[in-house]
């Protein structure tokens, strides 16, 4: 068990250009999440996946944000002309499924945006 | 998923018990109180949950009133390590997703 991973750690950039962000889960984890952290608040949600099914988007996440996970294994999310509003941490977490010990949610380090 | 409501700091000493209030009185009979906690420039961490009984792991332990409408997250010795913000939710188990709050900013002091 190596944990959530999220690439790149720190990301900064202009106003305006597209930014893409990588999570993967614990291995055999079949549900993801992803959740956005600015400063002095606690995370908000923005989607989740099951499997490579994306079951539901926050109202967060506008039409300028993509999330996939196209083989059920890592996930990508996507700020297309990124607005110096989106600068926040992005955090990716995981669970196994829906037994066990699944609700127990497991945070990767999150990746931090500044966009300039 | 019901609303909490937390104190926005508390200071404690090292060694001592760091006791983190949380009220929740609108939580419904299938509801869970999970505690999550986030050291600087990290993730959150689960630390524990609990239902109606009170319960205890190697982190700390969960004292639920029996008439589920507050709770208090016990760290039995604080260290300075334990410096974080910790978030107090409630849910439905095995929900779509973590409802955080401003949390309770703790602070151990040496």
């Known amino acids: 068990d190596t944990g959530v991973s999220q690439n790149p750690r720190h990301k900064i950039t202009k106003r305006g250009q597209n930014v893409t962000f990588r999570c993967d889960p614990i291995?055999?984890?079949?549900?993801l999440y992803w959740y956005r952290q600015t400063l002095g608040q606690g995370p908000e949600f923005l989607t989740y996946f099951q499997n490579e099914a994306q079951l539901e988007k926050s109202r967060l996440l506008s039409d300028r944000f993509s999330a996939e996970r196209p083989k059920g294994s890592f996930s990508t999310l996507e700020i297309q002309r990124t607005e110096q509003g989106d600068s926040a941490m992005y955090l990716c977490?995981?669970?196994?499924?829906?037994?066990?010990?699944?609700?127990?949610?497991?945070f990767g380090p999150g990746t931090r945006l500044t966009v300039l | 998923d019901a609303k909490t409501t937390q104190p926005t700091s508390m200071d404690c000493a090292e060694g001592r018990a760091a006791n983190l209030p949380c009220n929740h009185s609108t939580i419904s009979g299938n509801e869970y109180v999970y505690w999550y906690r986030q050291i600087h420039s990290q993730g959150p961490q689960y630390i524990i949950h609990?239902?109606?009984n009170n319960e205890t792991n190697e982190m700390a332990s969960l004292i639920i009133t029996e008439d589920r409408k507050s709770s208090t997250l016990i760290l039995p010795h604080a260290t300075l390590r334990d410096t974080a913000v910790y978030y107090c939710?409630?849910?439905?188990?095995?929900?779509?997703?973590?409802?955080f709050g401003a949390g309770t900013i703790l602070r151990v002091k040496s």
């Open positions: 609990g239902l109606k």
């Open positions: 939710i409630v849910r439905v188990a095995y929900g779509n997703k973590l409802v």
């Open positions: 977490a995981s669970i196994p499924g829906l037994f066990g010990r699944a609700d127990t949610q497991y």
């Open positions: 291995s055999e984890h079949n549900r």
